[in-house]
């Protein structure tokens, strides 16, 4: 193993090199391998350049899609006022719906403001704690009376 000095790593990296031109030549802007020559039918040229040319046709025929632009009628003063309150009114409505379903126990899952509900009440924490007990309660019971009667039955 030889180790190089930097200035002959240096001389070798802005030397030219012969074999990478014969590769440009021998490719002429082919995906191939350097220094391996293909060759293609007349037929699979005329196909390829056709190609070519639909490809920049359609090119030119897509019309650039407009891009949206600011509002015309941004939400300023009562509107603005209105959509916050309708807002304010979709999320109580969403926190009052998680809190219906977790109390009867038909609901498993809760969204983002209803945790952010929950963490800052703590009577409202409390209580769906509770109900979520009693219900595990019940449902173990229902789970203990069903293997009652099964061992009974055998």
């Avoid at 650039?64 to 009114?89: H, S, W």
């Avoid at 209803?114 to 703590?122: D, G, I, R």
């Amino acid at each position: 193993m030889q180790i190089n000095g930097y200035q002959q790593i240096q001389s070798m990296v802005t030397a030219p090199s012969a074999p990478a031109a014969e590769t440009q030549k021998t490719n002429s802007g082919s995906a191939a391998e350097p220094g391996v020559q293909v060759s293609i039918s007349a037929q699979a040229l005329q196909l390829a350049q056709t190609d070519n040319l639909s490809v920049s046709s359609t090119d030119n025929q897509i019309p650039a899609a407009a891009l949206p632009g600011l509002p015309e009628n941004p939400l300023t003063g009562d509107k603005l006022q209105q959509y916050a309150q309708f807002k304010k009114a979709l999320l109580q409505y969403q926190v009052h719906s998680d809190m219906a379903n977790m109390v009867t126990g038909s609901g498993g899952s809760m969204s983002a403001p209803t945790a952010y509900y929950l963490s800052n009440n703590e009577d409202a924490r409390e209580t769906v704690l509770q109900q979520q007990a009693m219900h595990q309660q019940a449902q173990n019971m229902q789970v203990y009376q069903q293997t009652m009667q099964s061992a009974e039955e055998e």
